[in-house]
C-alpha cells in the first residue's frame, strides 16, 4: 500500500506543475482575472467529479435493466467504458468549462480558453486518482499520472472549442468533442479485462493508446511554451460564440 500511495503522489506532480504553469506563465502579461477563471476552473473540475457519479450511475442502471452490462462481455465492456465513464466524463468537464467561461470577466482568446478546458480536466484527473489508488496498481497509476490524461483529452477539446470560437465555426466543437471521447474511450476499454482476455495481441492497443497520450502531452507543452508563435491565438473571441 505504501507503494501505491508512493506511485500516487507522484503521479500528480504533472498535473500540479502543469496547473501552476497555465494560471502563472500562460498569460503574459499576467492577468488577475485569467488566474482567477484557472482557479474557477480548477474547482469547477474537481466538482465535474460529482456530476459524473450521478451521470454515470443512470447510464449504468440502463445498461443494466437492458441486459448490455450483464456479465463479462466484450459489448458490455465497451458500454461501460465509451459510455457509462468516457461519454459521460467528458459531457461533465465540458458543462463545467462553459460554466467557468461565463464567469470569466475578461476578454478571452483561442489560448485561453485551450487552457482552461486543460485546468477543468486536471482538476477532475487529480480526484479521480484517489479511485485508482484503491483499484489500480502502481504501474497504472503512475502512467495515468505521468501522461496526464485527462489533460490531454481536455487539450484535444479547448483546441477546438478555441477554433470554434476563433472561426465562428461550430463543427470543430463539435469534432474536438467526439475526438476526446472516442480517444477516452478505447483508452478506457483497451485496459478492461473482458477486452484483455481476447488475447495477448490486445495488450497492444493498452500501450500504443498510453504511447499516443504522451506524445499529446509532449504536443500541448510544446504548444503552450511556443503560444506566442502564431497570433491568432492571442487574439480575443467573441464569448457568446466561445460559450456555445
Request: hydrophobic letters at 55%.
Amino acid at each position: 500500500m505504501v507503494i501505491v500511495i508512493g506511485a500516487f503522489i507522484v503521479s500528480l506532480i504533472p498535473a500540479v506543475l502543469l496547473y501552476f504553469y497555465l494560471k502563472l506563465k500562460c498569460r503574459v502579461p499576467a492577468d488577475e482575472n485569467y488566474q482567477k477563471s484557472c482557479k474557477d476552473a480548477l474547482i469547477k473540475g474537481v466538482l465535474s467529479t460529482f456530476l459524473v457519479i450521478l451521470l454515470s450511475g443512470i447510464f449504468a442502471l440502463i445498461g443494466k435493466f437492458t441486459g448490455l452490462t450483464r456479465g463479462a462481455s466484450v459489448l458490455g465492456s465497451a458500454y461501460h467504458t465509451f459510455i457509462v465513464l468516457a461519454l459521460m466524463e467528458e459531457c461533465a468537464k465540458v458543462f463545467m468549462f462553459t460554466q467557468v467561461l461565463k464567469k470569466a470577466e475578461f476578454k478571452y482568446t483561442w489560448l485561453d480558453i485551450t487552457a482552461l478546458m486543460v485546468i477543468v480536466s486536471l482538476g477532475f484527473e487529480i480526484l479521480e486518482s484517489l479511485v485508482y489508488v484503491f483499484e489500480s496498481g502502481p504501474i497504472q497509476i503512475l502512467v495515468r499520472g505521468i501522461t496526464v490524461m485527462h489533460g490531454g483529452f481536455g487539450f484535444i477539446e479547448g483546441w477546438f472549442i478555441g477554433k470554434s470560437a476563433y472561426t465562428g465555426n461550430k463543427t470543430y466543437g463539435i469534432v474536438g468533442f467526439v475526438l476526446a471521447w472516442l480517444f477516452h474511450g478505447f483508452y478506457d476499454f483497451g485496459l478492461s479485462e473482458p477486452f484483455l482476455a481476447l488475447g495477448d495481441w490486445t495488450a497492444f492497443l493498452s500501450v500504443s493508446l498510453a504511447v499516443v497520450a504522451l506524445i499529446l502531452f509532449i504536443f500541448m507543452i510544446i504548444f503552450f511554451v511556443k503560444k506566442d508563435k502564431k497570433e491568432q491565438y492571442l487574439v480575443p473571441v467573441e464569448k457568446t460564440t466561445a460559450q456555445n
